[in-house]
């Protein structure tokens, strides 16, 4: 097992993805919680993500601290901020409202949407947040 210190975390992701070439599968593990959300854990996520490695969450019991184990560089940059909403509203101007509060936040806003409305909120999102910004769904 690697162990992720601040002092060495960039050795310690150096070594696992020289492991991932070789074809091996990992996983990552801490005994403080979900990994990958405001610990190391998200910088590490970050690293193997940029070199084209998939990270998948192991879901617990709930959906919101599963996708952000896996969000990597959107943490990252966040210094492991971010907005929970909640399920969008589906009233249209109560949804550009809480849309349109995303546009000058520099922390990410994670909210839930139904299967079936969520190819129109996409298209939403697009509209009112611009073709720049990054999207995660999970």
């Known amino acids: 097992m690697l162990a992720i ?7 310690a992701a150096n070594k696992l993805i020289a492991r991932l070439e070789a074809g091996e599968r ?14 190391p854990g ?14 998948i969450p192991i879901p617990g019991a709930s959906a919101l601290t599963s996708i952000l184990s896996v969000a990597g560089e959107i943490l990252v940059a ?5 907005n929970f909403i909640g399920f969008l509203p589906t009233q249209k101007n ?5 849309l349109r509060s995303m546009i000058d936040s520099a922390i990410p806003s994670v909210f839930y949407e139904s299967p079936h409305r969520l190819a129109k909120t996409l298209v ?15």
């Open 124 to 138: 939403r999102c697009s509209e009112l947040l611009g073709s720049e910004r990054r999207l995660m769904i999970g």
């Open 5 to 11: 210190h601040e002092h060495n975390e960039i050795e």
């Open 42 to 55: 998200a910088r590490l996520v970050a690293v193997i993500q940029t070199n084209g490695y998939r990270t």
């Open 78 to 82: 966040s210094g492991g901020q971010f």
């Open 26 to 39: 990992w996983a990552y593990l801490s005994d403080a919680g979900t990994p990958g959300i405001s610990d």
């Open 94 to 98: 109560e949804l550009e409202e809480v």
